[in-house]
């Protein structure tokens, strides 16, 4: 991942998070963030998706049991 012509926009990326990953989405919704998924609770983690400003997708992750009172995604 870089800014300008040196990378590709789209790469996805999963970011392991050891916090709440509910106040990290309410922080970044607040500051104006790309938000390309809000929390959502699968059976690997809770998983929140942002885009950057080069278009890049970071996955933010987290123990799914964090996300224990959200309803589970289907996949």
């Given at each position: 991942?870089?800014?300008g012509?040196?990378?590709n926009p789209g790469t996805w990326i999963w970011i392991g998070f050891d916090g709440d990953i509910y106040q990290l989405y309410e922080e970044l919704k607040a500051k104006g963030v790309a938000i390309r998924q809000p929390p959502v609770r699968?059976?690997?983690?809770?998983e929140l998706h942002v885009e950057d400003?080069?278009?890049?997708v970071l996955r933010f992750g987290?123990?799914?049991?964090a996300?224990?009172?959200?309803?589970?995604a289907s996949i």
């Open positions: 991942m870089c800014k012509g040196q990378g699968y059976d690997w983690a809770v400003p080069d278009g890049h987290t123990d799914p049991e996300g224990a009172e959200t309803e589970s």
